[in-house]
């Protein structure tokens, strides 16, 4: 299958020479419309053309909207393509329903001079209810006449028959290729997701892939099955942190921009990074992602001596999230103790701080560790 893609990207490279660069943009999926994410939607140097937003959430029959800030869309200067995130695998709410909520949050947001280009579904639906979401979409067109519409697509979708006629709906689509298998198998990997890409490619439709920006904390019970999963700031209790990796995403990117496939448009980040987002990528990561620039980063140790007890931090640098391992002490200490989600091991002469659990810093980021006193 990695074959016959090489070929096809090959093939296009000869036909049509160097080929366009693909265009960008990203979710806003925060529901937190807090003063980093204002600032980051205003930041004239994000590499993004376009804004995805989470404006409505559907649970069940309860539709919930997100409280967007018009002021910040406007004065990032980009289009704005609303989103509908609909939970369950199966729609429990009509499309007229939806299209009411669609059209009053875009007129809204219209009046308020904000550019909308369409909206977004973002539903996980079970493969063998496609035609019935084929249906909705196909009533939801007809609702909203004249409205660019797109839809999120799962890779399992991609052994039905029902995908062509179901696209037939829709202006384009979003494949995911991330967070699709067992947290186990990991967020991202780039070999399961060029076959994926292949074949939507084949059926002739235009598209965008969502690529991930981001990491999950995830929790699973003695079964193995997965019980919680935390993908924004808050942890699931006990829980391990699956995360994706910049320089395989950045290689699936660079193989797309050798050789895009027929109908892709462009790359879709989820989600839009926040200086102090912890599960999301440092935003100088994704611009070097995006711009094809070296990935890398270091960690300093830094210390103070105050009234003869020394203190010592660590720091991060380039635009890579550094992994922290453990730290010995000079061994002129005699008393030492560690501070924060640090613990102190060993003797005096011998004292080494380390991580209680997996602990990453992010470019520029600075944390305590702990103390000694000779």
């Not at 991330?178 to 490619?201: M, N, Q, T, Y």
């Not at 100088?284 to 992602?289: E, K, Q, W, Y």
């Not at 061994?331 to 659990?357: Q, T, V």
Request: aromatic share 6%.
């Amino acid at each position: 299958m990695r074959v016959a893609f090489a070929v096809l990207a090959l093939s296009m490279l000869c036909a049509c020479g160097a080929p366009p660069p693909l265009t960008h943009s990203a979710y806003v999926w925060q529901r937190d419309w807090r003063p980093s994410l204002l600032a980051a939607l205003r930041d004239s140097s994000k590499p993004f053309g376009e804004w995805r937003v989470l404006g409505i959430e559907v649970v069940g029959a309860r539709v919930t909207h997100i409280d967007t800030d018009a002021a910040a869309l406007i004065d990032s200067g980009k289009p704005v393509r609303m989103v509908a995130r609909i939970e369950g695998a199966r729609l429990a709410v009509g499309a007229d329903t939806m299209a009411r909520q669609l059209n009053m949050l875009a007129t809204r947001l219209r009046s308020e001079r904000v550019v909308v280009s369409g909206i977004e579904i973002d539903h996980d639906c079970a493969t063998v209810a496609l035609p019935d979401y084929a249906d909705w979409l196909a009533e939801l067109r007809r609702a909203m006449p004249g409205e660019s519409i797109s839809i999120t697509v799962l890779p399992t979708w991609l052994d039905s028959a029902e995908l062509t006629p179901l696209l037939g709906n829709v202006d384009h689509s979003v494949l995911q290729v991330h967070a699709i298998a067992h947290p186990r198998d990991g967020l991202f990997d780039v070999d399961r997701a060029l076959p994926w890409i292949e074949r939507i490619s084949q059926l002739g439709t235009r598209f965008y892939i969502a690529l991930p920006a981001y990491h999950v904390a995830v929790s699973v019970d003695a079964s193995g099955a997965v019980i919680a999963v935390a993908a924004e700031d808050l942890d699931p209790g006990a829980a391990t942190e699956i995360r994706s990796d910049p320089q395989e995403v950045a290689r699936l990117l660079r193989t797309l921009e050798r050789g895009p496939p027929p109908g892709l448009l462009g790359i879709v980040w989820f989600r839009l990074p926040l200086v102090d987002d912890h599960r999301a990528w440092h935003p100088r990561t994704l611009a070097a992602v995006i711009a094809g620039e070296a990935l890398s980063g270091s960690l300093h140790i830094e210390s103070a001596t105050n009234h003869g007890v020394t203190s010592f931090a660590l720091r991060a640098s380039g635009n890579l999230d550094q992994m922290i391992g453990s730290v010995d002490l000079p061994r002129n200490c005699r008393f030492a103790d560690a501070l924060g989600a640090f613990a102190l091991e060993g003797h005096p002469g011998k004292w080494r701080l380390l991580p209680r659990s997996q602990q990453w810093l992010k470019p520029d980021q600075r944390t305590e560790i702990g103390w000694c006193r000779g």
